[in-house]
């Protein structure tokens, strides 16, 4: 779309769906599709197609139609209104003024990231729509709304020259962790084959102060990377220092994307699994070793370990499920699981021990007097 004479604007249509990082979000900012209604994107899309398939769809009256929703007092028929007119109507007049308005003066945040999201898509040559994402880059309140900022900027202007280094910028100053998280990923996403992008993501991995970045830089890094030798050593060091659990735990998902033949990689996973402080990341790294190296010789003898020694009962109830799954014709293996249905201090585990049995061996546990799930 160009900027038209006396300063209007048209609304260019999208080459095709579109929609923020693929990679998990912080707190506060939903995936992908979530981007554009969350929990209620199946409502939405549901109101905006009867917003444009009722009689004259797409003509005035449905035009109409989608204005007046904007006005609505449900939330989610506004953020329904807010597409069908990008959708339907991104040649009308009053389409830009109205996506100004929502995603400035909105009080529902996925209504502003919708006409943000909107404007990112349908308005990818107005330097008035770019300026005004950049203002709503700093100027709203919410983080969710502030990173849909970010998403749709660089979606809409990866080529101008400002947009990179803004983005960049927000990388490394921003204050709000959720918005540096998604313009962590969007810069990984738009511009990975930059040598600096790599650089960048690895660097917020380790040094970022806030954990939830440094855990979706840590997915960045698999997602983007996959295999690449020199990240190994990173994703293996932050598995196994970082003082975040969920990071350490994001570490030890991503390494196993696409590092698996690394001689190092099962050594720090089979650490992890019985050393870790916290047994979220032992139950990772123990789920971690069973899909990968399955066949290993030491890895029944590590899970059946885990099954009785670990500290945490959801460990324990984790590695009698693997045993019950993935070696249910080993002849110890019903013995094991009828000695923790009654000789595991905690019910979490006895439980689980008695539905592997239910499951794996329908009748025995029943037949032998022992507790039922």
Request: proline share 9%; with cysteine; hydrophobic share 35%.
């Given at each position: 779309?160009?900027?038209?004479?006396?300063?209007?604007?048209?609304?260019?249509?999208?080459?095709?769906?579109?929609?923020?990082?693929?990679?998990?979000?912080?707190?506060?900012?939903?995936?992908?599709?979530?981007?554009?209604?969350?929990?209620?994107?199946?409502?939405?899309?549901?109101?905006?197609?009867?917003?444009?398939?009722?009689?004259?769809?797409?003509?005035?009256?449905?035009?109409?139609?989608?204005?007046?929703?904007?006005?609505?007092?449900?939330?989610?028929?506004?953020?329904?209104?807010?597409?069908?007119?990008?959708?339907?109507?991104?040649?009308?007049?009053?389409?830009?003024?109205?996506?100004?308005?929502?995603?400035?003066?909105?009080?529902?945040?996925?209504?502003?990231?919708?006409?943000?999201?909107?404007?990112?898509?349908?308005?990818?040559?107005?330097?008035?729509?770019?300026?005004?994402?950049?203002?709503?880059?700093?100027?709203?309140?919410?983080?969710?709304?502030?990173?849909?900022?970010?998403?749709?900027?660089?979606?809409?202007?990866?080529?101008?020259?400002?947009?990179?280094?803004?983005?960049?910028?927000?990388?490394?100053?921003?204050?709000?962790?959720?918005?540096?998280?998604?313009?962590?990923?969007?810069?990984?996403?738009?511009?990975?084959?930059?040598?600096?992008?790599?650089?960048l993501v690895r660097d917020r991995a380790v040094h970022d102060d806030d954990p939830v970045v440094r855990a979706d830089s840590l997915k960045v890094l698999a997602a983007r990377w996959p295999g690449v030798p020199d990240l190994a050593p990173l994703l293996l060091d932050r598995a196994?220092?970082?003082?975040?659990?969920?990071?350490?735990?994001?570490?030890?998902?991503?390494?196993?994307?696409?590092?698996y033949d690394d001689p190092a990689t099962l050594a720090v996973l089979c650490d992890r699994a019985v050393r870790d402080p916290h047994w979220q990341v032992r139950r990772t790294a123990l789920e971690a070793i069973v899909t990968g190296w399955l066949d290993d010789a030491g890895t029944?003898?590590?899970?059946?370990?885990?099954?009785?020694?670990?500290?945490?009962?959801?460990?324990?109830?984790?590695?009698?499920?693997?045993?019950?799954?993935?070696?249910?014709?080993?002849?110890?293996?019903?013995?094991?699981?009828?000695?923790?249905?009654?000789?595991?201090?905690?019910?979490?585990?006895?439980?689980?021990?008695?539905?592997?049995?239910?499951?794996?061996?329908?009748?025995?546990?029943?037949?032998?007097?022992?507790?039922?799930?």
């Open positions: 779309m160009r900027d038209g004479p006396g300063g209007g604007h048209q609304v260019r249509p999208p080459a095709g769906p579109r929609g923020p990082g693929e990679e998990r979000p912080g707190p506060g900012l939903p995936t992908a599709d979530g981007l554009r209604g969350g929990r209620r994107e199946p409502h939405v899309r549901r109101t905006s197609r009867g917003l444009l398939a009722r009689p004259g769809g797409r003509d005035g009256r449905a035009a109409r139609r989608a204005r007046s929703a904007v006005q609505d007092e449900d939330d989610s028929v506004r953020q329904a209104a807010v597409r069908a007119l990008a959708e339907g109507f991104p040649d009308h007049p009053d389409t830009l003024p109205l996506l100004y308005e929502r995603a400035t003066e909105d009080s529902d945040t996925y209504v502003r990231g919708g006409a943000l999201h909107a404007l990112g898509t349908y308005t990818r040559d107005s330097h008035r729509a770019r300026a005004f994402l950049l203002g709503r880059l700093g100027a709203d309140p919410d983080g969710f709304v502030r990173g849909m900022a970010v998403w749709a900027v660089a979606s809409g202007w990866p080529d101008h020259p400002d947009t990179r280094p803004c983005l960049v910028t927000l990388v490394r100053e921003e204050a709000v962790p959720v918005v540096r998280s998604e313009a962590v990923k969007t810069v990984a996403r738009v511009w990975k084959d930059d040598p600096a992008t790599l650089s196994a220092r970082d003082e975040a659990v969920d990071v350490r735990e994001a570490a030890i998902r991503a390494v196993t994307v696409g590092w029944l003898g590590l899970v059946r370990d885990r099954a009785t020694r670990d500290d945490g009962p959801e460990v324990r109830a984790r590695a009698l499920q693997a045993i019950a799954a993935d070696w249910h014709d080993h002849p110890e293996t019903p013995p094991l699981l009828r000695d923790r249905a009654t000789g595991d201090p905690d019910r979490l585990v006895r439980t689980a021990a008695a539905e592997a049995i239910e499951a794996g061996w329908p009748g025995e546990g029943e037949a032998r007097g022992l507790p039922q799930p």
